[in-house]
């Protein structure tokens, strides 16, 4: 059974402060997405990664896959508030037929 | 920019009680999805369709749960007889092609309420 793993669950930061978000997941697949939530909202796409070694960035978030590692991370550059959001990690299914995503991190921004 | 759109946002019924989910996925789109989300919880795959057939579909996505495009744009979700553990949020997606490059789109979901 195909799993996907983020950490941590829950991440309360101060503005300013940098952090990382860990997705471990157990597919071959060299695919993955992060996607944001908004409390109530639907899920808005923030990065496709589509190989071993992809890093993409926008404005205070970088994402990065590591296929061999099985591994991607979001990393939180100089934290504001606005990033205040749940964010998830999702991996294609073993058909491409369906994403596979993880349990979502709550990331909430102190000012 | 194309979006995918849903209606309607919030739907409250009665266990028991039939319900149609509506979608209309982006109009250049080939594969549809329907995701739904408990309160508080991760996004779960339930049903893939393409070429009005479904392409994969999750353990729960049962019986009492069925998919349809009745015409060129709609693409609904019913869920026959409504269980109290239905009450989720309900997403519809679309995509150019099946994984890879093509990314999914995902609607804004309906709130489904049982009671």
């Known amino acids: 059974e195909l799993k996907v793993e983020q950490n941590p669950l829950f991440l309360s930061m101060q503005e300013g402060k940098n952090y990382t978000i860990y997705c471990n997941y157990s597919t071959t697949s060299d695919r993955l997405y992060w996607y944001r939530q908004d409390p109530g909202k639907s899920l808005e796409s923030l990065f496709v990664l589509l190989s071993n070694g992809a890093v993409k960035q926008e404005g205070r978030l970088m994402a990065s896959l590591d296929t061999k590692a099985r591994l991607s991370t979001l990393h939180i550059t100089a934290a504001v508030h606005d990033l205040s959001a749940t964010y998830f990690c999702?991996?294609?299914?073993?058909?491409?037929?369906?994403?596979?995503f993880g349990a979502g991190t709550i990331l909430r921004v102190k000012s | 920019e194309p979006e995918v759109t849903q209606t309607p946002s919030h739907q409250v019924t009665q266990m028991g009680q039939e319900v149609i989910l509506r979608c209309v996925p982006i109009?250049?789109?080939?594969?549809f999805y329907w995701y739904r989300q408990i309160l508080g919880q991760k996004v779960e795959f339930l049903v893939s369709?393409?070429?009005?057939?479904?392409?994969?579909k999750s353990e729960i996505f049962d019986d009492q749960f069925s998919v349809e495009r009745p015409d060129g744009s709609n693409f609904t979700l019913k869920i026959r007889s409504t269980k109290l553990e239905d009450s989720a949020m309900y997403f519809c997606?679309?995509?150019?092609?099946?994984?890879?490059?093509?990314?999914?789109?995902f609607g804004p979901g309906t709130r489904l309420t049982v009671t």
């Open positions: 109009s250049n789109h080939l594969y």
């Open positions: 997606a679309s995509s150019e092609t099946s994984g890879g490059f093509y990314e999914q789109y």
């Open positions: 999702a991996v294609d299914g073993e058909y491409g037929n369906k994403l596979v």
């Open positions: 369709f393409y070429n009005n057939e479904i392409s994969e």
